[in-house]
């Protein structure tokens, strides 16, 4: 189970980020701020170039923030260097891509076993955690198969199984449901929700579907790099 400390499980405070610089430059966060409780799930929605993408990408640690600072379980982690909130993202923070989640060139049991390989697992572990995430994404079957081999809900069910392999404490997804049917959408809504349930996962996803921000606890919007707390 992932277990949080008192406060926050996530926190963000002002966070601004640029991109490009003089004429070119675009503001893509100004200022924005965001809170998570432990074991909640929280939506941020809002249209295509409000800072969605970029305001979760910063919280996973992948981009640097032009000014401001994201604490997990009250740790600052815009302090850490790369090397280090590399290490830390892949113990303490699922994340999930709107594309690019995988390895195209390994199968799906392996990609779930890397992050774990990754990180030093004991190779009994990794055999028995990859066994329990396909059987949980309902992928056992398809354990050996390619990325390729994949249609869109499968490869995403894939992907959200690499993303809880190390028991995140913090699951960040970008999209989660992208340009699935209806049907499909709704498992992997499922799966993020029992992720809440069972291991008392803190989730934050971002959306312009009015169908994830529906299964969530919270529902925040976005407008023009600033988290709206109406």
């Known amino acids: 189970m992932a277990i949080s400390g008192p406060g926050p499980a996530l926190e963000a405070r ?5 991109y490009g610089e003089g004429a070119m430059r675009t503001v893509a966060l100004r200022g924005a701020d965001i809170s998570l409780d432990p074991g909640t799930w929280t939506t ?3 249209p295509s170039g409000s800072g ?3 305001l979760l990408h910063a919280l996973a640690g992948i981009i640097d923030p032009s000014a401001g600072a994201v ?3 009250g740790e600052d982690v815009t302090r850490l260097t790369r090397v280090e909130r590399a290490r830390w993202r892949r113990r303490r923070v699922g994340v999930v891509l709107q594309r690019d989640s995988l390895h195209p060139l390994l199968d799906v049991a392996e990609n779930v076993a890397l992050p774990l390989q990754l ?4 190779p009994e572990e990794i055999s ?3 066994a329990e995430l396909l059987d949980d994404v309902g992928l056992a079957a398809l354990s050996d198969h390619r990325v390729s081999q994949l249609s869109g809900g499968e490869a995403q069910r894939a992907a959200l199984a690499v993303a809880l392999a190390a028991r995140p404490s913090v699951l960040l997804a970008d999209e989660p449901t992208g340009e699935l049917d209806e049907a499909t959408a709704a498992g992997i809504l499922d799966l993020i929700g029992a992720a809440v349930a069972k291991a008392n996962t803190t989730v934050l996803t971002v959306t312009h579907s009015a169908r994830v921000g529906e299964r969530a606890d919270r529902r925040l919007v976005m407008r023009d790099g600033v988290v709206l707390h109406g």
Do not use: E, N, Q, W
């Open 14 to 18: 002002a966070l601004y980020h640029i």
């Open 44 to 46: 941020v929605m809002g």
């Open 52 to 54: 969605k993408s970029t």
């Open 71 to 73: 604490f997990i379980d």
């Open 119 to 122: 990180d030093g697992r004991p």
């Open 128 to 130: 028995r955690r990859v």
